[in-house]
């Protein structure tokens, strides 16, 4: 069966430190993979995708970057954080189907940027 | 484009009773649609979806939904709300997008509250 592993759980950082957060996936091959972040009462917002090693897609102008260096691995990093970067990031994975894409959440990371 | 409306961003019941949560959605294609459910500081675990198929869904721990396409609609609902249904709900719709790939839009979600 497949999972999604994050770490770290929670981090706290002072502003203008740099950020790394990882996220793994094991049981499939080749899935799309999503950073998603969650600030307190405004939903989810999709911060980057990936359909393959070495392919990012950012939905939203920021702070962060992602890379994927291995195909089941996906990395979210900042060189300098900002009070506007703490919140609640998930890491997703889907696979394609006909018609439809299901996604599978890992259980988050909460950061605090002080 | 595709959009999600949530209609209560927070419902109250009381353990025993009914459960609705409203959703209403915009989609230029035949959609699909979710429901997941977040516990505080946890990830989204998929409640149901909706892919084209019958209309009423059943998902797990008693939760069901029907699209109704004449109403771009796609309550959730539950006959008896228990304790452990204390979560916040997003609705999710997936749709083509302009670049050919499938992406999801989330709503703001509901917080469900049940007491006791």
């Known amino acids: 069966s497949q999972t999604i592993h994050q770490w770290p759980a929670t981090l706290v950082q002072p502003v203008g430190s740099p950020l790394s957060l990882e996220c793994t996936v094991e049981?499939?091959?080749?899935?799309?993979l999503y950073w998603y972040r969650q600030a307190a009462g405004r939903g989810l917002q999709l911060l980057f995708y990936s359909v393959g090693i070495g392919q990012i897609s950012s939905e939203v102008p920021q702070n962060l970057s992602a890379s994927r260096p291995q195909d089941r691995q996906f990395i979210l990093s900042s060189k300098k954080l900002l009070l506007s970067d703490s919140g609640f990031y998930l890491c997703?994975?889907?696979?394609?189907?006909?018609?439809?894409?299901?996604?599978?959440f890992g259980p988050g990371t909460r950061l605090t940027v002080l | 484009a595709q959009s999600v409306t949530q209609l209560d961003s927070h419902v109250s019941v009381s353990e025993g009773t009914p459960v609705l949560l409203r959703c209403n959605y915009s989609s230029s294609y035949s959609p699909s649609l979710f429901w997941y459910v977040q516990h505080p500081n946890k990830g989204l675990q998929l409640l149901l979806k909706?892919?084209?198929?019958?209309?009423l869904v059943k998902g797990i721990n008693g939760f069901e939904a029907e699209f109704k396409k004449s109403e771009t609609s796609f309550h959730l609902t539950k006959p008896s709300a228990h304790m452990s249904d204390a979560a916040e709900y997003f609705c999710?719709?997936?749709?083509?997008?302009?670049?050919?790939?499938?992406?999801?839009?989330f709503g703001k979600g509901t917080k469900l509250s049940v007491i006791p």
């Open positions: 997703a994975w889907s696979v394609w189907t006909s018609d439809y894409n299901e996604q599978f």
């Open positions: 909706y892919t084209s198929a019958a209309t």
């Open positions: 049981g499939t091959s080749n899935p799309n």
């Open positions: 999710v719709v997936s749709d083509l997008s302009g670049a050919g790939s499938y992406q999801l839009t």
